[in-house]
């Protein structure tokens, strides 16, 4: 059984920036997609990124474009979250999930294993 724990979350102002760790135990993460969703208070769970298995791939959700960044280091059974230009919009638990497939996909129904979640929250 797959364990994801993410890390890294925080409090900080507006513009700042955070990178967000995901460790996975119990099974090598190398042949499957990661993803990065969130979720606000009050609002569904939403797609953030998410990126190929051997990370030649990735995509991103319109509202995070150009600030934030995903990899993954399939040697350390990781994946990470660059986040610059943070927003206060930004504020959300973050989940770090496990793909079924290979190739990059944005449906959370594609992903199989879930963390806890890392709070993030941005301060204007």
């Known amino acids: 059984q797959v364990q994801l724990v993410e890390s890294g979350g925080g409090l900080v102002q507006a513009g700042g920036s955070l990178r967000l760790s995901c460790a996975a135990s119990?099974?090598?993460?190398?042949?499957?997609?990661m993803g990065w969703f969130r979720q606000a208070p009050g609002k569904e769970r939403e797609f953030v990124s998410t990126i190929s298995w051997g990370g030649g791939s990735t995509s991103y959700a319109d509202s995070v474009k150009g600030r934030f960044t995903i990899s993954r280091d399939n040697a350390k059974n990781t994946v990470y979250l660059q986040m610059n230009s943070l927003k206060v919009e930004d504020t959300a638990v973050y989940y770090c999930a496990l793909g079924k497939m290979s190739y990059n996909t944005r449906w959370a129904a594609d992903f199989g294993s879930w963390g806890q979640g890392t709070q993030v929250t941005v301060s204007s």
């Open positions: 119990g099974r090598t993460i190398s042949s499957v997609a």
